[in-house]
T-cell receptor
Framework: DAKTTQPPSMDCAEGRAANLPCNHS???????VYWYRQIHSQGPQYIIH???NNETNEMASLIITEDRKSSTLILPHATLRDTAVYYC??????????FGSGTRLSIRP | NAGVTQTPKFQVLKTGQSMTLQCAQD?????MYWYRQDPGMGLRLIYY???????DKGEVPNGYNVSRLNKREFSLRLESAAPSQTSVYFC???????????FGQGTRLTVV
């Protein structure tokens, strides 16, 4: 699995876009980039994943650089309910999911 | 659908006691996982099962055993609990590689 690096904390104003960066410079060609979040002490929740192309779903957008060494998760209109720890994961074909330390996102009213 | 169900939700053990944490999923997923999360820390993988009949060690397997009882159920056993095993334990499942995982709500274990 690729090692990922994320800032420990970020904040964003409510209603603005939250852009969470992730560095995964050691990612290999068959490894997807996954994003999960954990709200308070609940179980983690899947957000989005991608391999090469940018992806969008009802929760967020994922922008992956052309060299695949980094990516950005975008929450287009952050709300207070988006306050959580966000985890970026590089997943290989080994069927195991290794979490890093994540980014603690705080949304300001 | 219930998704991933963990029992119990809370447990207090004395040092040296044993117990089994239960996990069941109703999504017909192939892969299942056990994680622990210490206060203020990220999740660490204890064991995982890529498919029924197989189990493999994760990052922190010492002090734990697992059983993939069938496709639905994956249990985690502490044979002799230690205070260092005080943590929140999460079970998860996924269809397999390259698919998202679904997590249970956790078991909060305190060893005194």
């Amino acid at each position: 699995d690729a090692k990922t690096t994320q800032p420990p904390s970020m904040d964003c104003a409510e209603g603005r876009a939250a852009n969470l960066p992730c560095n995964h410079s050691t990612i290999s060609g068959n490894e997807y980039v996954y994003w999960y979040r954990q709200i308070h002490s609940q179980g983690p929740q899947y957000i989005i994943h991608g391999l090469k192309n940018n992806e969008t779903n009802e929760m967020a957008s994922l922008i992956i650089t052309e060299d695949r060494k980094s990516s950005t998760l975008i929450l287009p209109h952050a709300t207070l309910r988006d306050t959580a720890v966000y985890y970026c994961i590089g997943d290989s074909s080994a069927s195991k999911i290794i979490f890093g330390s994540g980014t603690r996102l705080s949304i300001r009213p | 659908n219930a998704g991933v169900t963990q029992t119990p939700k809370f447990q207090v053990l004395k040092t040296g006691q044993s117990m089994t944490l239960q996990c069941a999923q109703d999504m017909n997923h192939n892969s299942m996982y056990w994680y622990r999360q210490d206060p203020g820390m990220g999740l660490r993988l204890i064991y995982y099962s890529a498919s029924e009949g197989t189990t493999d060690k994760g990052e922190v397997p010492n002090g734990y055993n697992v059983s993939r009882l069938n496709k639905r159920e994956f249990s985690l056993r502490l044979e002799s609990a230690a205070p260092s095993q005080t943590s929140v334990y999460f079970c998860a499942s996924s269809e397999g590689e390259f698919t998202e995982a679904f997590f249970g709500q956790g078991t909060r274990l305190t060893v005194v």
